[in-house]
Structure formats: C-alpha cells, structure tokens
C-alpha cells in the first residue's frame, strides 16, 4: 500500500460552548471535550484508511486551559503513524474569546485508533507520509509512543484482573 501524507486526514471541529455544555464554574466539561478529541480522531482515522475504524486508547489528556461558556472550541485532527493495523492521531484543541479574539491550546492528545473489517476485526491501514517539519516530529517519536502505550496497557489489563468484574471488589 502507498503511504498517504498526513495532511489528507486532516479533520477541524468548531463548535460554541454554550451552557448546558458546561459544568457549575461556567468551564467546558472535561467529558464533553474529551468526546470531540474521540470524535475528530475517528474522523481522521477514517479519512487515512477508508475503513471503519475504533478507539484502542486515549493518551493522557492534560487540560491546560479552561474553556469558558461563550468561547468556541476548534478541535484539529490528523494521523502522524501507522503500525499494522493502528493508527496514532495527534489531536489539539484551541479555545477562543469570540469577543477578544484570545486563542490558547487548551489540551493535546495521542489517540490510536485501529482499522476494523466487516467482521470487527483488526484490518491493515496503508503506512503515513510526513511531509511538514512538525509532522516529520511527531513521527519521530511515535514509534517509542506506541511501545508506551503496549506496556501501560499490560498494566491496565493486570489492574483488571486483579479487581475483577465484581461489585464493588469482590
């Protein structure tokens, strides 16, 4: 399969925040912008393989800024690598004053995202072309991202079975 530039995935979400969006501080939702970060991602995903796609996991997310009722939130998306049948999306997510015209990064986050068959089961996705000084970056370290990724899921899957699906503990 030929490598697809990262550029072609490329997926831009706006939307105003308005009060039910918001919590008793008048911020965003930590939930509501971690759903537009899941959304953009899958939309990138898909745009890169042309295949239905499913979250695998979500990198920390850090909320650097708040997002205050009135402002928007433009969500951006792209695939930065590809492993088999997993694709890892830079995700980033800017805040703006609609009446300043102030705009901060409010969050970034690594999704990874992997392509299903009719079946739901893994699929191959064709490898990514960084053609950008910063898409160059983030690919340069993706690799080592990935390998983060496969041992903080072992711990997780170890969390599980230690606990169980039991309530509360048992």
């Known amino acids: 399969m030929d490598a697809k530039p990262c550029i072609e995935s490329l997926t831009v979400k ?7 969006d918001t919590n008793s501080h008048g911020t965003l939702f930590g939930g509501k912008l971690m759903a ?9 995903a898909t745009r890169h393989c042309r295949k239905p796609v499913v979250t695998a996991s979500i990198d920390s997310v850090d909320f650097l800024q708040p997002v205050f009722e009135g402002d928007t ?3 951006v998306g792209f695939v ?6 997993s694709m890892e999306v830079f995700v980033k997510a800017i805040t703006e004053n609609l009446l300043t015209g102030d705009r901060k990064v409010c969050t970034t986050a690594f999704v990874s995202m992997v ?6 089961r893994p699929t191959p996705v064709r490898p990514v072309l960084p053609e950008s000084d910063e898409e160059k970056w983030l690919h340069s370290e993706a690799d080592k991202r990935h390998k983060q990724r496969k041992e903080r899921r072992k711990d997780s ?9 039991g309530f509360p503990w048992a």
């Open 14 to 20: 706006n939307s105003h925040v308005l009060p039910p």
């Open 80 to 85: 930065t690598w590809t492993h088999n049948t």
């Open 115 to 120: 392509a299903v068959d009719e079946n739901n």
């Open 157 to 165: 899957k170890e969390v599980a079975d230690k606990f169980g699906a």
């Open 36 to 44: 537009y970060i899941d959304d953009v991602a899958a939309i990138a």
């Open 73 to 75: 939130i433009c969500v």
